[in-house]
């Protein structure tokens, strides 16, 4: 609704417009569009079109324009082509690339251990995928505060095929990547639940992608549960997981959706903040 504000003295009371008050919670509203043009760019994975960026921005096409003009002065944004599509400029990379020289994963992702600990009630993992042998390797952990907990040494390798965060990775290779992995590495015995045919194994994969969350079901460890779900970096590629694990008398069937939904936000929250998606 249009705000009436007081006339001087001899003078007709003016209006001012809704357009002219500021944004909520103190952003800059040209700089706000600018960055959600840039976003939709991105999101176009190559070049779009300035009607089409201005009717997902709902913005007119001029308002459009002018913010990419500008864009493209600083090198944030280029046009290309015959058509005048616009594309992501290369400053863009440049200043993109300094959040990659910056992160620290495990700075990351602390605190997201040491929450979901406490959520669980059980020790938390984070493994990284060691490309040289394809093993799980545990790089950092939260223990739980319980008598009988798991305990498992920093720096310390898990089987792909027999642990919670190796099936996390193993879920993320293609049929014929996995074939090859097993053919390399074979399928060693742990328990008498190992999963020991290549078969039985790919369908225990299929169901860990429709699931979101890997489980290992005393599969390393007679007595020992855990469940699991992969980190992805900014490309898509699982190259890290989070892990819940713990004694099999607390981690019963009832437990294991719940627990699998906590790794699985978790998980989440650390790829956003990590990967940006």
């Avoid at 459009?64 to 400029?89: E, K, N």
């Avoid at 792909?160 to 992995?181: C, E, I, P």
């Avoid at 060693?188 to 078969?199: A, C, E, I, Q």
Wanted: a neutral charge; aromatic letters at 4%; charged letters at 15%.
């Amino acid at each position: 609704m249009a705000t009436p504000v007081p006339a001087k003295r001899g003078k007709k009371p003016r209006v001012t417009s809704p357009a002219a008050t500021p944004p909520a919670g103190g952003q800059v509203q040209s700089l706000t569009r600018g960055l959600r043009l840039l976003e939709l760019i991105a999101d176009a994975h190559g070049s779009v079109a300035l009607t089409e960026l201005a009717q997902q921005a709902g913005l007119p096409n001029s308002t459009t324009h002018r913010l990419l003009s500008t864009m493209q002065q600083q090198g944030f944004v280029h046009q290309v082509g015959d058509l005048g599509y616009w594309t992501i400029g290369a400053h863009a990379f440049v200043v993109g690339s300094s959040f990659l020289q910056s992160r620290n994963l495990l700075a990351i992702v602390h605190p997201v251990l040491r929450r979901l600990m406490e959520e669980a009630g059980e020790t938390v993992n984070l493994a990284v995928l060691d490309l040289s042998d394809y093993q799980a390797v545990i790089v950092d952990q939260v223990q739980c505060t319980q008598l009988m907990r798991m305990s498992a040494p920093i720096g310390g390798k898990l089987p792909m095929h027999a642990s919670g965060a190796g099936k996390a990775f193993l879920a993320h290779l293609n049929d014929d990547q996995v074939t090859a992995l097993l053919h390399q590495k074979g399928l060693h015995g742990y328990t008498p639940k190992t999963l020991m045919s290549p078969h039985t194994l790919k369908e225990n994969l299929a169901l860990i992608r429709k699931m979101g969350f890997s489980h290992d079901d005393e599969e390393h460890a007679l007595g020992l549960r855990c469940v699991a779900a992969p980190i992805y970096d900014e490309h898509g590629d699982a190259f890290a997981a989070i892990s819940i694990s713990g004694p099999l008398a607390r981690m019963t069937d009832d437990r294991i959706t719940e627990l699998g939904a906590l790794v699985i936000r978790a998980a989440r929250t650390v790829t956003q903040a990590y990967a940006g998606r």
